[in-house]
């Protein structure tokens, strides 16, 4: 995604399950040093690589925790490869039998920590509706979504691509580059299909 197209220098962004940094680098460079971007991802693993990658942008914040519908704490499995981490054994692809206990909180906390904030990515394996269910306030406001749809992460998770595209629907989004049914049927057959989806009203 063409960050540069959505987002200014001075402006703010959320990294929502940031991994190692590859979009957070995107971000950062787009928003430029008068700008803020807060990278959150619980993985002390891909922490590691992230502080590392970011260590030349003094302008991102990055806090160690999973963004779910509450403040406290959750179990969290891991992957071999960190992307594919989960709050959800079913979501795993890999079961490595490895999780451990990661501290949560909201995007409505973390949004109003953000000076400026003008766009959200969220890639949480399967939580991205406990991740809006937490974004109240937040889905009010005129931002960019980039949002990771995943079928049967959702399902896994009791939740479901159809619920997850409501929330933004009834807050006034609209998917860009492709319809609303586009996005319910490009994973139509294949358990891992997801499709990363860009939200604006």
Aim: hydrophobic letters at 45%; proline letters at 5%.
């Amino acid at each position: 995604m063409n960050w540069s197209a959505y987002l200014c220098p001075g402006d703010g962004a959320i990294d929502i399950g940031a991994n190692v940094g590859t979009v957070t680098r995107r971000l950062a460079e787009a928003v430029g040093p008068t700008g803020h971007v807060l990278a959150v991802e619980p993985d002390p693993r891909a922490l590691t690589v992230l502080r590392a990658v970011l260590i030349t942008c003094p302008w991102v914040t990055i806090l160690e925790s999973a963004v779910i519908d509450s403040v406290g704490v959750a179990e969290m499995h891991l992957s071999q490869d960190s992307r594919h981490n989960s709050l959800w054994k079913a979501n795993m692809k890999v079961d490595t039998d490895r999780a451990i206990t990661v501290p949560t909180t909201t995007l409505d906390r973390l949004a109003a920590s953000v000076p400026n904030l003008k766009a959200i990515k969220v890639d949480t394996q399967g939580a991205e509706s406990l991740v809006l269910s937490g974004a109240r306030k937040t889905l009010t406001h005129d931002l960019v979504w980039h949002v990771e749809v995943w079928p049967h992460g959702l399902q896994n998770a009791g939740s479901s691509a159809d619920a997850l595209l409501k929330v933004f629907r009834d807050a006034g989004y609209r998917p860009v580059d492709m319809t609303w049914d586009q996005i319910l049927t490009a994973q139509h057959g294949s358990p891992h299909g997801a499709t990363d989806v860009v939200f604006t009203r």
